[in-house]
């Protein structure tokens, strides 16, 4: 059985303005215990913002996240599929541009996030799965 972005997506995930700052930012993180929010602008994503962004190009520069704005350290733009593609092809789109969240996109809309822990949730239960199927016929 194949899966795809909608079988796996996550439909919970939150925005922040890209006018917002890093310290709101990183408290709406802190709140929800996310790594990433979407950026927008008015209501379209426009980008995404990590964890990673805020520690290199905030907390390591020493600089002050109160008067840094999102915009500043977001990465434009962003990789998305369809809700429609093969979990192999998401797989691929992740590991070849090296990146650990992947919207899912519908009529320019984030409708949804795949991130690396729901790629290892989905092989998890797929290896339980053949498992299980393995140890019920060699038990024959």
Same mark, same amino acid.
């Given at each position: ?6 079988? @796996? %997506?996550?439909?919970? *995930?939150?925005? /922040?303005?890209? +006018? ?7 408290? =709406? &993180? ?42 500043? @350290? %977001?990465?434009?733009? *962003?990789?998305? /599929?369809?809700? +429609? ?7 691929? =789109? &992740? ?46």
């Amino acid at each position: 059985m194949v899966l795809y972005a909608a079988d @796996i %997506m996550r439909e919970s *995930f939150k925005t /922040v303005s890209e +006018d917002a700052t890093v310290f709101e930012a990183a408290n =709406i &993180m802190l709140n929800i215990g996310t790594g990433f929010l979407i950026v927008t602008r008015d209501d379209e994503p426009s980008g995404i913002v990590t964890e990673w962004d805020m520690t290199s190009k905030v907390i390591a520069k020493g600089v002050d996240p109160n008067k840094l704005k999102v915009s500043e @350290i %977001m990465s434009r733009g *962003f990789f998305s /599929v369809q809700k +429609d593609t093969p979990t192999d092809k998401l797989v691929s =789109i &992740m590991q070849e541009n090296r990146i650990r969240r992947l919207p899912v996109v519908e009529n320019g809309k984030v409708i949804g996030v795949i991130t690396s822990r729901d790629i290892i949730r989905i092989f998890r239960e797929y290896v339980d799965n053949i498992s299980e199927i393995v140890f019920k016929y060699g038990n024959r």
